[in-house]
């Protein structure tokens, strides 16, 4: 079991990885064009930007400290998942937040679903021989 979860942490990781190439990338060409139909002034895309960025630039580094954490894990090392706890309930907090605002739109479970993965992975590993 600690192996498949282990290799579900490091699924959840790149899933992490790559959704912030396309946050930054895809989805801000996207926004930009929409915000030029609208005419929305310079200093108010440019706010929008570095937002937007900041959060693609974190979804990569959050990416990157799960996925190395399982792959160590993986080696046979001994490391705390409580980092990638804390990942896996902003991803899962802020999916069902943003569910919640938008009226249900099926779009936020793409935070939601890797947030879940990456909590099963970190869960804690039953003990050996521990007494129910």
Known sequence: MTRVRTTLGILAGVILILSSAAHSLLGWKQLQIDLAKVQAPADLVLGVAVGW???GI?????????TSLFLKRLKGESVSSFP?????????GFGAWAL???H???????FIVPGVLLAIAALPAPQQGARR
């Open 53 to 55: 960025h900041f959060g």
């Open 104 to 110: 249900l739109n099926p779009f936020f479970f793409i």
């Open 84 to 92: 990638a706890f804390v990942v896996a309930l902003a991803y899962v």
């Open 58 to 66: 974190a979804m990569l580094a959050f990416g990157c400290i799960v």
């Open 100 to 102: 919640m605002v938008s």
